[in-house]
């Protein structure tokens, strides 16, 4: 989903998370360009730019509207931010620290923040969706990459970083839910302290992402509980969801107070929102801000259409309700 992840100061890569990945980064770049950006000063300017566009783009104001980057590859971010505001975005997301400094620039916020990648001593790359949570020999490598971020993340006033559990590789559901609950616990005073939520995104395991552990909602919701902190949190990404289990409005009802964002998407294909498939997301929209959300939709389809401003002009829309 997104461009480059943050190099720590032990051995690090990248890693491919579908084609969201671009150059990498390290920690000290990261963490200087996390620097450069206070809250204070970033969310002067958000907030000075953000009513304006808004209402230039003739939005409803009952959602914060969100894009991910990853879906438009071809697009410089400079570019991308340009296009979004006049959209009536508040947010360009899955970024990473060195992205902060242009979205300052253009008053946008990141909705939710990129992931680490690094080594294991075995040499193993672990951060992102094969390799991460519900392995105990990844725990010591994933905090020591997660907690530069969660400060970077934080320093620059965003609030929601994005984490995975892991492919299955044999390992049942239980002892999955006990391995990712041991290791993001380590995690939690260093979220809580910095007001920072960690958050497991939901993913299919029948079309994208075979044998990812965290493919259903009450897999996820069992973590939450586990946990026991309002500091981790579940990304419902409804096109995935769709696929896995459907049932996603009364899913919303049930179990809205564990997902702390959402991600759209066309099923099938993951293309456009519109009447090309099979969601009616307008409902969908209205039964999260029922719930009283007041987080970000992110727009997560990958354009079909050679115009993917009005692809992505119209997805906003339809689910500005």
């Known amino acids: 989903m997104f461009s480059a992840p943050l190099k720590p100061v032990c051995q690090t890569e990248s890693l491919p998370y ?11 770049g990261a963490l200087q360009s996390a620097a450069a950006v206070t809250a204070g000063t970033f969310f002067a300017a958000v907030e000075s730019n953000i009513a304006e566009a808004k209402e230039s783009a003739g939005l409803k104001n009952n959602i914060r509207h969100s894009a991910c980057k990853w879906c438009y590859k071809k697009v410089t971010l400079e570019d991308f931010c340009v296009s979004a505001k006049k959209i009536g975005l508040e947010s360009v997301e899955l970024l990473n620290p060195e992205d902060f400094p242009t979205l300052k620039k253009h008053g946008l916020h990141c909705a939710m923040v990129s992931f680490p990648g690094g080594k294991t001593p075995a040499g193993v790359k672990v951060g992102g969706i094969g390799k991460a949570f519900n392995r105990v020999e990844h725990h010591d490598t994933l905090v020591g990459i997660y907690e530069p971020l969660i400060k970077a993340s934080a320093a620059a006033g965003f609030t929601n970083v994005i984490c995975f559990s892991g492919n299955r590789e044999g390992l049942d559901d239980a002892d999955g839910i006990k391995n990712c609950a041991k290791g993001l616990k380590r995690l939690m005073p260093i979220a809580e302290k910095h007001k ?12 994208n992402h075979k044998d990812y552990q965290c493919d259903h909602t009450e897999w996820g919701v069992e973590l939450c509980k586990a946990i026991g902190s309002e500091h981790f949190k579940l990304l419902y990404d409804i096109y995935h969801m769709q696929i896995m289990e459907g049932d996603v409005i009364d899913t919303i009802k049930r179990h809205h107070k564990y997902f702390s964002h959402y991600h759209t998407g066309g099923v099938p294909g993951r293309n456009e929102i519109d009447e090309s498939q099979e969601l009616y ?6 039964a999260i801000v029922a719930t009283g959300y007041k987080g970000f939709i992110g727009q997560e389809f990958i354009p079909a ?6 692809s992505l002009d119209q997805g906003v829309k339809i689910c500005d309700v």
């Open 305 to 310: 259409r050679k115009d993917w401003q009005a």
């Open 18 to 28: 579908d084609s969201r990945m671009s150059n990498h980064l390290s920690r000290r």
């Open 281 to 286: 997301y307008p409902a969908i929209c209205k």
């Open 196 to 207: 920072v939520t960690l958050t497991m995104e939901l993913l299919n395991s029948k079309v």
